[in-house]
């Protein structure tokens, strides 16, 4: 059992976790805390686990006499015991109890659930996070029960995870306190492995657990000095996430282990600096289903109608020579040679050309996507670039007019120019209208989620919360992206003409545009693998920089390039998604596992900054797709609400600030006190159960009658005769 | 937001239109196809009191660009505004969710709702607020009304015959804030059918709210017969048993409004929950003394009003069976002023009702810090907070709470109110929820008259105490959305009833005050009798006896009825309900009248309207109370939610104009589809009851 960054993401954790339970449930015979008799039992526990901890560890640490300083600095927290007990509040008996129900009924779940860690694998998974999602998952269980037997799966101590193929334990330190901002200290045992820390407390029951892929670490720095620190809990690590979460551990001085966590954690979090390999290339887990399939370029344009009279496919980009940062395959208007290509390319950014992103299926109205063009100072022109968007244009019979959208504000454009860059001027473009959409740039959005994690985390100023995040700006960001996607949505789908999106360099910026103006007007990609291909395609093959703006197993954290473009668009997909609750095939649990893999260095899919380089190294073959998760575990982030037939709809989500709202479900996750609501997706759920059950006894009553009456009517007849 | 079909679209399609590119649009004027005499449809009682041809009606953030044209006419109930043209879709919606639709039109505004009037012209952006009494110019080329339900309307009178501008204007000035209350219109000639909801003004409403509670040592007196004590409290009021009549009417005069204190809800504990005026620190009014009186004796008044309060608590005290200590709660500390909260109310009020859509983003950009600088939300979660904390001292402590108020009749109400809503899980029911506004709010005496500016008198004592209340609820319900059997949409809906004069439960500042305004009306109008009809009567009424006319058909108002009640009852609640009847054995004693299972079956028969149009059985006895103290509010600021359905329910984004329809219902369909499943559920077991009864017959 493991999980991505954090436990209290099902998403994450489930289908992992599934996996390596049904394999230990074949495996030993005690196994497995799948069952509802545990999972109720972790879930309610771990509100009181945090007072045990402290009186203990305050206990135990005076002993040892290392005193020092201040310890009381709350950082760090424990994420899945919070979690477990937020679930465990607001669902209250009833859906846990239907949940166990579930799972009774449809898994017949295995072994029966030994609330205490039998010694074998299955142990170190019984915790309550485990649990919880093992109840929850129950019900898939069964289906996942032919995964054969893995060979040489060792025993572990109990204070240790259960490791995923690929996994092992690279040090343990004991005596640690994990210091949570929210339940106080906590004594226990740290265990690092190649992919996650591992901290098991057994000071509460059920035991608390905290486990981080390192792959969301994005700092680590040492605290107190050996001769400096004074007081309890001073002397130790702090471990700095890319999830909005910042953990503290305290070590004895005495023992030293903190050198070798740190060493461990160093080398481990950040391979890409020590000349190591991803995680993601020892993870060696097999699911049915394979994620890399899910794009295929030339399928998805076909799907959208293409070649056409007007349109053709082009490998020109095959060796990724005319532009390294785009994929092999475009689509781009009929009318332009490939000669008119590399003039195109050479007046663009990097050779990034508007190239075909969606076509509307009806009018033939296109959003295309590009950088910005080489216009300079000078005002430079280039007739190959004017023809070819001419011939966008032309392509769409329905309109004598074309919109450039330029993502930022227009003097970040201008400014542009100065650096050889700049946007179309609407002499030289005839028929064509420049608007700017004002959208800022990585640096601006990179400063607010910053700001943001301030008012998110540890605690909430409750007396200015509104304001708070008002200042942070992170909504009104989220409101520019939003709105510029609606613009370009209905320039294409109510005024049935084509649009150009650009920013700088066009992967950023354009990026969140197309896939979001996508998403409104096709429901295909509202779908669970429509989704993945929305990524796959606007994102991964048109080469966002995502180990760039991750910065995935990089240690320079203060690197300018980061940058929340991705999360942000998520965030946005999330917006759209809570005014449409019936638009969409999946929940949010569905992107909140993708932020979270989007980190953990788990998968290959987001690793790299573009399709060559990920051929280069050969990731579609040696690591596993993110999309194998979760296509092979559909059932975890189907929304039951959803409604096959608004695939044919158009949204146009409201973007005004009073309809927009901060994600806490994700932001504040962390926090305890922010109970996020019961989603209505699983009261439906319930609902449904329960329909099911009645009609199941109602039917049991029909048969007991009739079989009474054909029981009794012969004694009656007797009686007569 | 909106989304639509893509290959079906209508052809009245508007389309969506960018703000930065906005054409002038021509305004939609009706071909001259009415040859007859448009008439506004009129209440048995209701009579026609101006007319103005050919007004333009807009929403003020479609831009003041598109307008429909009609009639305008001001009753002595309602503004009528008659159209031929088609309705907006958002308007109709929200129509339908009101308490009031079959009385009024889409487009119809019943006078009472009318809170600010403007005085607007084109082209010009500057507009003058008119008070009830302002003088006309000679023309007046438009009006803006600002409803107390944040909804804004602009007329233009730029094709009205020249006149008719201004007489309707003054019409709507004079009847709209009329000097008393009777002057409204307020009875619709028609009786209010049964709905089994007690009044709290029979000395045996009382004796049954004792029983039901079993708190002991209480006793209801009569005292008040003559509203001699106190004017603003009901002619029976429970008050301890060791209190004789005598002292009770000695103590009254030493607190303000003469209000002493009294109790309105218990357990069988001991645990009392009471509400009680401050004492009344300037007496003279009660016993004659002037202001020449001595200091000596006005300190000597002082302490004999303090020794009363002291009697009070004491004898709260006593009847405790276990003579545990009362908590005393002083909410004029704790709480928001009146004056406070109505501030608070301005600036949302501000907020939520811009001009023009260039105000509108201007403000869309600081709107979550204009919220929080009107404190509105830090004064729900205080009101939420105190509440809580009384609620554990009944139920925990088993301690009697006091809550002293200046005059016991505001915020005590809100609090008292929650405290029960907290505890009593019969509260938490439709029909426990409309009791015990009859008691804590109607019958004790909150001043709803005042309060909501129903007159123009006394502007300055207006404070939305009882939004106040409804928002807490608001809260409550978001965060324990199984918890309460009505919907936030109900309590939207009750928000907006108090402010049409035809629900006589929001109209009035005491049961006295509305017994006053009862006889005035049959004074003047003696052959006619004065029916009041409280706000629960929406309920039990098929209005049929409406003729139908008022908005289309029987059918049609049928079907409204049903889809709103749909919208008022909590599906969450039902399928809880549902839920119980899955374990094991329970379908089993459906029939068994005293399993719980069967009394179960009772209430869904009801709640989903299979026995009858009210969703409870108005004559089955209320079980006594079983003190639930589950309900735990989260009163952290970042938990509470801005009320968007009822502060920006009206308010449409500018830049966005396709069908507003798809916005509204898009939550509600989440609520449609649960529903329909429900009800597949009913009648599941519902036929397989019929069966069993069948086959139990043939044998």
Request: net charge neutral; aromatic share 8%; glycine share 6%.
């Amino acid at each position: 059992m493991f999980s991505g960054g954090g436990i209290e993401k099902r998403g994450i954790s489930k289908a992992v976790n599934k996996r390596s339970s049904s394999r230990r449930s074949s495996s030993s015979s005690t196994g497995s805390g799948s069952t509802s008799g545990s999972s109720s039992g972790s879930g309610s526990s771990s509100g009181s686990s945090s007072e045990s901890g402290r009186s203990n560890n305050s206990g135990s640490s005076s002993g040892s006499g290392s005193g020092s300083g201040s310890g009381s600095t709350p950082l760090g927290s424990p994420p899945h015991v919070q979690m477990a007990s937020h679930e465990s509040l607001n669902s209250e008996s009833k859906s846990s109890s239907l949940n166990s129900k579930l799972g009774h009924e449809s898994a017949g779940s295995p072994s029966a659930g030994s609330p205490s860690p039998p010694k074998s694998v299955c142990s170190s998974s019984s915790t309550s996070t485990d649990q919880h999602h093992h109840h929850q998952l129950a019900h898939v269980l069964s289906s996942t029960s032919k995964l054969t037997v893995r060979e040489g799966t060792r025993t572990l101590r109990p204070d240790e995870p259960t490791l995923v193929p690929g996994e092992h334990m690279e040090g343990t330190a004991r005596e640690v306190t994990y210091l949570c901002p929210y339940t106080g200290p906590k004594k226990g045992t740290l265990s690092v492995t190649n992919y996650r820390l591992y901290f098991r407390s057994p000071e509460t029951d059920p035991p608390f657990e905290l486990e981080v892929p390192l792959g969301v670490v994005s700092r680590i720095e040492k605290v107190g000095g050996a001769n400096t620190s004074r007081g309890e809990n001073s002397y130790g690590i702090e471990i700095f996430c890319k999830d909005i979460r910042n953990l503290r551990f305290a070590h004895k001085q005495e023992n030293h282990s903190r050198r070798m966590v740190t060493e461990k954690l160093l080398q481990y979090a950040f391979p890409a600096s020590h000349k190591l390999p991803f995680f993601a290339f020892e993870y060696c887990e097999q699911y049915p289903e394979n994620g890399w399939t899910v794009y295929e370029p030339i399928a998805e344009l076909k799907r959208q109608g293409l070649p056409n009279e007007s349109w053709r496919i082009t490998r020109i980009n095959e060796d990724y020579e005319l532009c390294e940062t785009y994929p092999a395959v475009w689509a781009v208007p009929a009318a332009a040679s490939d000669t008119d290509l590399r003039n195109v390319a050479a007046f663009r950014s990097r050779g990034r050309i508007p190239v075909l992103s969606w076509i509307h299926p009806e009018s033939q109205a296109t959003i295309t996507r590009c950088a910005q063009p080489l216009v300079g100072v000078s005002g430079k022109r280039s007739r190959d670039d004017e023809a070819y968007i001419q011939h966008i244009m032309d392509a769409n019979a329905q309109s004598h007019k074309i919109f450039i959208m330029d993502a930022r504000p227009s003097v970040n454009a201008v400014a542009n120019k100065a650096r050889g860059g700049g946007y179309e001027s609407e002499d030289a473009y005839q028929n064509a209208e420049v608007q700017f959409l004002d959208i800022h740039n990585i640096h601006v959005m990179r400063e607010s989620l910053r700001k943001l994690q301030e008012v998110c985390y540890p605690h909430i100023d409750n007396a200015h919360w509104l304001s708070n995040l008002e200042a942070t700006h992170w909504l009104d960001h989220i409101r520019c992206v939003l709105s510029g996607a609606l613009r370009i949505a209905d320039k294409v789908e109510s005024h049935k003409t084509s649009v150009v999106v650009h920013c700088s360099d066009g992967w950023d910026r354009t990026a969140q545009l197309t896939a979001l103006a996508m998403l409104m007007l096709d429901g295909y990609y509202r779908t669970i693998p429509g989704f993945a291909v929305l990524i796959e395609k606007e994102w991964l093959s048109f080469g966002h920089k995502f180990a760039q703006r991750i910065g995935h197993g990089d240690d320079r954290h203060q690197d300018e390039d980061r940058s929340p473009v991705f999360l942000q668009f998520v965030d946005c997909v999330c917006q759209v998604m809570k005014q449409f609750p019936h638009a969409f095939q999946f929940t949010e649990d569905l992107l909140i596992t993708v932020l979270d893999h989007l980190y953990s260095c788990l998968f290959g899919t987001f690793l790299y900054n573009s399709e060559r380089e990920r051929m280069e190294k050969e990731v579609k073959t040696k690591t596993v797709s993110l999309w194998s998760l979760i296509l092979s575990n559909p059932s975890d982030f189907e929304n039951p609400l959803y409604n096959p037939a608004t695939r044919h709809h158009v949204l146009f989500p409201l973007t005004s600030m009073r309809h927009l709202c901060l994600w806490d479900k994700y932001y504040c996750r962390w926090n305890p006190s922010m109970r996020p609501q019961e989603p209505v997706h699983i009261r439906f759920k319930e609902l449904l159960h329960v329909k099911g059950q009645l009609e199941r006894r109602v039917d049991e009553l029909r048969r007991e009658l009739a079989a009474r009456q054909t029981h009794d009517s012969p004694r009656v007849t007797s009686a007569i005769v | 937001m909106h989304s639509y079909r893509r290959s079906t679209r209508p052809s009245s399609f508007k389309t969506y239109v960018d703000i930065v590119e906005f054409e002038e649009r021509p305004v939609d004027v009706p071909e001259e196809v009415d040859n007859g005499k448009v008439e506004p449809n009129l209440l048995p009682g209701e009579i026609k009191i101006a007319e103005a041809n050919n007004v333009l009606k807009f929403a003020p953030l479609k831009t003041n660009k598109t307008g429909i044209s009609g009639t305008l006419f001001v009753t002595n109930f309602k503004v009528s505004f008659v159209t031929s043209l088609p309705v907006d879709s958002k308007e109709a919606e929200l129509h339908e969710r009101s308490l009031q639709s079959h009385y009024l039109g889409v487009h119809d505004v019943c006078l009472s709702e009318v809170d600010l009037v403007y005085q607007i012209s084109e082209g010009s952006t500057k507009k003058k607020r008119l008070l009830y009494n302002a003088p006309l110019p000679a023309r007046v080329s438009g009006l803006q009304l600002v409803l107390k339900n944040l909804r804004v309307i602009n007329f233009s009178f730029k094709f009205t015959p020249a006149g008719e501008d201004v007489r309707i204007g003054q019409a709507l000035l004079h009847h709209a804030f009329p000097p008393s209350i009777d002057h409204l219109f307020l009875s619709c000639g028609h009786p209010s059918p049964f709905t089994g909801i007690p009044e709290f003004c029979l000395a045996q409403d009382w004796e049954k709210e004792l029983q039901r509670t079993r708190c002991p040592n209480w006793r209801v007196s009569k005292h008040n017969e003559f509203f001699n004590l106190c004017s603003s409290l009901p002619t029976v009021v429970v008050v301890p048993r060791d209190l004789l009549d005598a002292q009770l009417e000695q103590a009254a005069q030493h607190f303000q409004g003469t209000r002493p204190p009294v109790w309105c809800w218990g357990a069988l504990g001991g645990a009392a929950l009471v509400r009680m005026a401050q004492i009344s620190p300037n007496i003279s009014d009660k016993i004659s003394v002037t202001k020449s009186m001595g200091t000596l004796q006005r300190r000597k008044l002082e302490e004999e009003s303090q020794q009363q309060e002291n009697r009070m608590m004491g004898l709260v005290h006593r009847c405790h069976p276990k003579k545990l200590q009362p908590t005393i709660i002083d909410l004029d500390q704790k709480l928001p002023s009146l004056k406070d909260l109505q501030i608070s109310y301005i600036k949302l009020r501000e907020l939520h009702t811009p001009d023009d859509p260039t105000q509108f983003w201007e403000q869309d950009r600081h709107y979550f810090s204009r919220w929080e600088s009107s404190r509105w939300l830090s004064y729900v979660s205080k009101c939420l907070e105190v509440a809580q904390n009384a609620a554990s001292a009944i139920a925990h402590h088993n301690s009697s709470v006091i809550l002293q108020e200046s005059e016991g009749r505001d915020m005590s109400a809100v609090i008292s109110s929650l405290v029960q809503l907290l505890l009593d899980p019969q509260v938490r029911t439709l029909r426990g929820f409309h009791s015990l506004i009859q008691k804590e709010w109607v019958t004790l005496g909150h001043s709803f008259c005042l309060r909501l500016g129903h007159t123009r008198n006394q502007p300055e004592e207006q404070s939305p105490v009882w939004l106040l209340f409804l928002d807490c609820v608001h809260q409550l319900s978001l965060q324990h959305h199984a918890a309460l059997e009505f919907t936030s949409e109900y309590l939207l809906a009750l928000w907006h009833a108090s402010h049409c004069s035809l629900h006589s439960s929001f109209m009035f500042n005491s049961v006295n005050a509305k017994y006053s305004a009862t006889a005035v009306l049959q004074r003047e109008n003696p052959q006619q009798p004065v029916y009041l009809r409280p706000v629960w009567s929406w309920w039990a009424e098929d209005h049929d006896w409406l003729g139908g006319e008022q908005n289309g058909s029987s059918e049609s108002v049928k079907g409204r009825r049903s889809a709103a009640r749909d919208l008022f009852l909590n599906v969450h609640y039902i399928q809880n309900l549902m839920e119980s009847l899955a374990v094991s054995g329970a379908l089993g004693r459906l029939r068994d009248p005293v399993s719980s299972a069967h009394h179960t079956w009772h209430r869904i028969q009801y709640l989903l309207g299979d026995s009858g149009p009210l969703p409870y059985d108005p004559n089955a006895p209320v079980g006594p109370l079983q003190i639930d103290a589950s309900l735990r509010v989260d009163v952290a600021l970042s938990s509470l939610k801005p009320w968007h359905e009822c502060f920006s329910g009206w308010i449409s984004e500018p830049s966005v104009t396709i069908n507003e329809i798809d916005s509204l219902s898009r939550q509600s369909t989440t609520t449609v589809q649960h529903w329909e499943h429900v009800r597949q559920i009913y009648y599941t077991i519902k036929s397989h009851l019929s069966e069993t009864l069948t086959n139990g017959v043939a044998e």
